[in-house]
T-cell receptor, first 114, second 112 residues
Framework: NAGVMQNPRHLVRRRGQEARLRCSPM?????VYWYRQLPEEGLKFMVY????????ESGMPKERFSAEFPKEGPSILRIQQVVRGDSAAYFC????????????FGPGTRLLVL | GENVEQHPSTLSVQEGDSAVIKCTYS??????FPWYKQELGKGPQLIID?????GEKKDQRIAVTLNKTAKHFSLHITETQPEDSAVYFC???????????FGQGTRLTINP
């Protein structure tokens, strides 16, 4: 059973470009979470999604950031018009359909904005 | 707002000794408390978790204790080994919901 998969692992963008980060949850998991980690800091919750629904987006910046988890395909975290402050590691986690709270994390995408 | 405080930020112990990391949380409704280990360049790896109906849980060299009244929980690693060197994060569920709030992390170094 493959773990949570994220791609790309590293992403370099220039200011003003768009960044798209992908996350495929573990098999049997329909709950997806996105977290952001700045250097030397803990993870900060951004958004919680189930298939085709955003359940909690209380940690998402109000502008430029959006997330989706379509019926088919991976979850996407999209950052429009990136700025240097968006440089961070973005982690996706998934939890089982059974309702168990345990979250399993992917390897992360490290975004660098030049 | 919801907050998790973690101490110490760095910890250095001799191989074979024990390491203890402590966290406090603010949300009385928190009922799930996982601990993660993160190695350089990797994602957090769940090492142990505890739920609010349990006071202590042990898995080989790792144990976690929870004091709901005081709102604190601790990670104990015994017989430490060099491969235990990593950054450790505690977390707490918020409002009984699925989202986790993380502590700031503890960089654990095991000296051979």
């Amino acid at each position: 059973n493959a773990g949570v998969m994220q791609n790309p692992r590293h992403l370099v963008r220039r200011r003003g470009q768009e960044a798209r980060l992908r996350c495929s949850p573990m098999k049997g998991h329909s709950h997806v979470y996105w977290y952001r980690q700045l250097p030397e800091e803990g993870l900060k919750f951004m958004v919680y999604l189930q298939k085709e629904n955003i359940i909690d987006e209380s940690g998402m910046p109000k502008e430029r950031f959006s997330a989706e988890f379509p019926k088919e395909g991976p979850s996407i975290l999209r950052i429009q018009q990136v700025v240097r402050g968006d440089s961070a590691a973005y982690f996706c986690a998934s939890s089982p359909d059974t309702g168990e709270e345990t979250q399993y994390f992917g390897p992360g995408t490290r975004l660098l904005v030049l | 707002g919801e907050n998790v405080e973690q101490h110490p930020s760095t910890l250095s112990v001799q191989e074979g000794d024990s390491a203890v990391i402590k966290c406090t949380y603010s949300d009385s409704a928190s009922n799930y408390f996982p601990w993660y280990k993160q190695e350089l360049g990797k994602g957090p790896q769940l090492i142990i978790d505890i739920r609010s109906n349990v006071g202590e849980k042990k898995d080989q060299r790792i144990a976690v204790t929870l004091n709901k009244t005081a709102k604190h929980f601790s990670l104990h690693i015994t017989e430490t080994q060099p491969e235990d060197s990593a950054v450790y994060f505690c977390a707490a569920s918020i409002g009984g919901a699925q989202k986790l709030v993380f502590g700031q992390g503890t960089r654990l170094t095991i000296n051979p």
